[in-house]
């Protein structure tokens, strides 16, 4: 014999209307001095920080009122409110960070204007794989073509995308280091270039570096080998590294970090700087031809 099906019992449960009855547009009801489920709830919203879902409280309470939206979608809706704004000010906060001269994106580079830089390979690095992956990027070519330009948009887009990400300049990053060493603090100052998943490094080889910052540069390089990328732009083919690194020893150790999991883009287009300049040209020439 089976025994009968167990019906299953309806629980009453109270009606999710907490607020309803206590807010009406959004205001709390001043009847009497003991403080309201809403002045509750904004101050535990204040208590914890979650400015953005306080300030839309009263507001949300009153769409769910007009809406007849369950106690699930008000709260859901409250916390997606708080969210977007944290992930949008941790998004600030990583870019201040990061100390980006300028804020550059790969929407704004004319690839037009370049038309040596294989598409396809900007594509697949802005999709940030390179990142996943810890591969490197090199950014080689003379002044003015954009290196920096895409080695700061690729590092904004990694941070955007919501990891670390850190600028620096070759020079003042061998600068800190050194003067961190002399302070006794080069392995704190270390971590700035070690943390982040993305270090830009630009403007490797404007200057000659001696042995000690070619030392600091090898240090980084090494150390963040297949733990982090490194986006680096240089005006310097890899033939002219020796000359870059007082070292010849040191400077093949580099480049064989560097290449061993590397996107190479070398550019060898026409500096955009110039642009204007060549279009002025071109005009003259042409109305001379016209004149
Ligand atoms: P590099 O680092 O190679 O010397 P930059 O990246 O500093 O060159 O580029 C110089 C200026 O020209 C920057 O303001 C940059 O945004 C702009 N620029 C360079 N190439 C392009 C491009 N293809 N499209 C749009 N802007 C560009
Ligand atoms: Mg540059």
Known sequence: MTPPAV????????????SAH???????????????????LRE???????TAAAEHLAAELDRALKEKLSATQVLEQLLAIEVAATRERRQRGRLRFARYPVHKTLAEFDLDFQPGIDRKVVAELSTLRFVEERRNVILLGPPGVGKSHLAIALGIAATDAGYRTYFTAASDMVAALQAAHLEGTAAYKLRTYLSP??????????????QASANWIFQVVSR???KGSIVLTSNRGFGDWNQVFADPVVASAIIDRLLHSATVLNIRGASYRMRDY?????????SAMVG
Do not use: F, W
């Not at 019906?7 to 907490?18: I, K, L, S, V």
């Open 7 to 18: 019906q299953p019992t309806r629980t009453a449960r109270p009606r999710a209307r907490g």
């Open 22 to 40: 206590e807010v009406r547009n959004g205001a709390p009801t001043p009847s009497s001095s003991e403080p309201s489920s809403y002045q509750r």
């Open 44 to 50: 535990h919203l204040a208590y914890l920080q979650m």
């Open 197 to 210: 998943s993305v270090l830009v490094i630009d403007e490797l080889g404007y200057l000659p570096l001696d």
């Open 224 to 226: 963040r080998y297949e």
């Open 278 to 286: 060549v279009d002025q040209q071109k005009l003259k020439g042409g």
